[in-house]
T-cell receptor
Framework: GAGVSQSPSNKVTEKGKDVELRCDPISGHTALYWYRQSLGQGLEFLIYFQGNSAPDKSGLPSDRFSAERTGGSVSTLTIQRTQQEDSAVYLC????????????FGSGTRLTVV | GENVEQHPSTLSVQEGDSAVIKCTYSDSASNYFPWYKQELGKGPQLIIDIRSNVGEKKDQRIAVTLNKTAKHFSLHITETQPEDSAVYFCAAARNRLAFGKGNQVVVIP
């Protein structure tokens, strides 16, 4: 597609449930990034993919968080046993990955844990 | 790793005035410096970027300046308009972008 697509745009879930957030990057972009943005806060790095590999998972806040990427394209961020502090906007970005260049962000998934 | 700091955290300007946001970075090897604009309910959007081999870049009403010696770079918005109201993020990279915490710009009509 023309841009980075994220789904769902909004998700309300009960505490303790698992959620899956999807990111469809720009075609041909080999690098993919997940960020978390809490209300009024900056961008918290979660994980980075180059192709299907995740060389940097250092930002995942706990073992309840995991992510995968298949076929060098779509990525899924999974949060298990959600907690209220997981409520945030989860942003995905992609880039060509051939060097340092700008990221293109999706519009994010707003997750609310009740 | 790279550490990027952004000042001020909030900036209010009268419509038509200029706005300047400053960022400092820690890694002297960083060579790419983009700026992003985030409007309410949307993801950040790249508005301008600069590489370390130039000192200034301009695109219509926005410009970015880079001082490699002092390790700081700035975003300048001239003739501000209400639609410039947003959160602006700076970033710096050698390999992967490190973002500042963002700056809320409010343009007062």
């Amino acid at each position: 597609g023309a841009g980075v697509s994220q789904s769902p745009s909004n998700k309300v879930t009960e505490k303790g449930k698992d959620v899956e957030l999807r990111c469809d990057p720009i075609s041909g972009h080999t690098a993919l990034y997940w960020y978390r943005q809490s209300l009024g806060q900056g961008l918290e790095f979660l994980i980075y993919f180059q192709g299907n590999s995740a060389p940097d998972k250092s930002g995942l806040p706990s073992d309840r968080f995991s992510a995968e990427r298949t076929g060098g394209s779509v990525s899924t961020l999974t949060i298990q046993r959600t907690q209220q502090e997981d409520s945030a906007v989860y942003l995905c970005a992609s880039s060509l990955g051939t060097g340092v260049d700008g990221y293109t962000f999706g519009s994010g998934t707003r997750l609310t844990v009740v | 790793g790279e550490n990027v700091e952004q000042h001020p955290s909030t900036l209010s300007v009268q419509e038509g005035d200029s706005a300047v946001i400053k960022c400092t970075y820690s890694d002297s090897a960083s060579n790419y410096f983009p700026w992003y604009k985030q409007e309410l309910g949307k993801g950040p959007q790249l508005i301008i970027d600069i590489r370390s081999n130039v000192g200034e870049k301009k695109d219509q009403r926005i410009a970015v300046t880079l001082n490699k010696t002092a390790k700081h770079f700035s975003l300048h918005i001239t003739e501000t308009q209400p639609e410039d109201s947003a959160v602006y993020f700076c970033a710096a990279a050698r390999n992967r972008l490190a973002f500042g915490k963002g700056n809320q710009v409010v343009v007062i009509p």
